[in-house]
């Protein structure tokens, strides 16, 4: 065990651990695998190990189809599968010998830097923050991502995007700060624009919870490490007008899935119309880059992974439904967030707002 222990340190100053969940999500280890292949052949096999947790008789015999996986992955058998019917209540106290949570445990224990699943969200969520705990000063961990936004390759920050149905002041408050680090860290947005999403913009807009941030967040623009610039819209998002966007956990999932939604309507849309026209067909040759640029900025597959941001270590959700392609692009992200140093700025960040913070409980 000392030797494998520092087979791991000594790995991990050359190349970044990352766990897999392989037996959850709808297309199961296929996908994963499949992924697992894309990405080493994109990447290269020298930036990233893998410790993939399932069923190991069957991954072992789907590896001979993966030599390259093969020779950058360690299999841990987990016989436990949590199926994405389970309820959180009836499966979170017997998680213990499941691909998920020993997928989670391994980050908890240091062995892994980040933890990749395809599973059910809620039992990934609640398992996540159990095992690995919530930074200090932060309450609640959110799901987290970055959407297309604007023009070229620009994204923006939106959380939570269902972890938290119901969220107060301090909850919403939190968010900023776990949005703004998150957008400057792995964004590259230096004091990002940060909005609190509202159904308009005026000052009035807004259930009394929404209203009464934006005075304490208005009032103390002076001191908040980003450029807080009041309510925005939905429409905001996809203009490019904001870089980080502020919700609950319920509103923030609605949008999730419009933009998905959104993105599918107009390959539908191109696609059918292409098939009606021979000058379009002749047309969309002549196109082709443009179509190319297209795809990869609206498609959801470019941004499969969402974190579970705000917890002390990665827990990294992509899609039930990911095919290879979309969990290649999660694991590309979980990359990224491996070489981060996010919590102890988060937890920095927290400590010096925390008057700030307490102000917001304080009845007007």
Do not use: W
């Amino acid at each position: 065990m000392c030797l494998f222990l520092l087979f791991l340190c000594t790995m991990s100053q050359d190349k970044k651990i990352i766990s897999i969940d392989a037996m959850s999500g709808d297309k199961g280890p296929k996908a994963v695998l499949g992924g697992m292949n894309q990405y080493l052949y994109q990447n290269g096999e020298s930036g990233v190990f893998f410790r993939v947790f399932g069923d190991e008789k069957k991954l072992r015999k789907m590896l001979a189809k993966y030599p390259r996986v093969a020779r950058n992955c360690e299999l841990i058998h987990a016989p436990g599968v949590i199926k994405g019917t389970d309820k959180v209540m009836d499966v979170i106290r017997h998680a213990q010998d499941t691909s998920m949570y020993m997928a989670i445990k391994d980050v908890r224990i240091g062995k892994s830097a980040t933890v990749i699943s395809a599973g059910n969200t809620g039992v990934f969520m609640s398992l996540s923050k159990l095992a690995l705990k919530t930074i200090d000063g932060i309450s609640r961990p959110a799901i987290t991502t970055m959407l297309p936004s604007g023009g070229g390759d620009s994204r923006v920050v939106v959380l939570d995007l269902g972890a938290n149905v119901h969220c107060d002041e301090s909850i919403l408050f939190d968010f900023a700060i776990l949005g703004s680090v998150y957008a400057e860290v792995i964004g590259k947005m230096p004091r990002p624009k940060l909005g609190v999403l509202n159904i308009g913009s005026e000052e009035t807009k807004g259930n009394e919870t929404l209203q009464h941030l934006n005075k304490v967040l208005t009032a103390h623009k002076d001191v908040l490490p980003y450029d807080y610039i009041g309510f925005v819209e939905a429409n905001d998002i996809s203009a490019g007008n904001v870089q980080v966007v502020v919700t609950d956990g319920f509103t923030g999932n609605i949008v999730l899935k419009t933009v998905e939604g959104t993105a599918k309507l107009i390959k539908r849309v191109v696609v059918e119309n292409f098939k009606k026209s021979v000058l379009a067909i002749i047309g969309a040759f002549f196109l082709v880059h443009v179509f190319k640029r297209l795809k990869h900025k609206i498609d959801p597959r470019s941004y499969a992974g969402a974190t579970f941001l705000g917890l002390k270590g990665f827990a990294v959700k992509t899609h039930g439904n990911s095919d290879a392609l979309a969990f290649a692009n999660s694991i590309r992200y979980a990359a990224d967030l491996a070489g981060a140093k996010l919590g102890d700025m988060i937890e920095e960040r927290a400590h010096a707002l925390a008057d700030v913070r307490t102000e917001l409980r304080i009845e007007e």
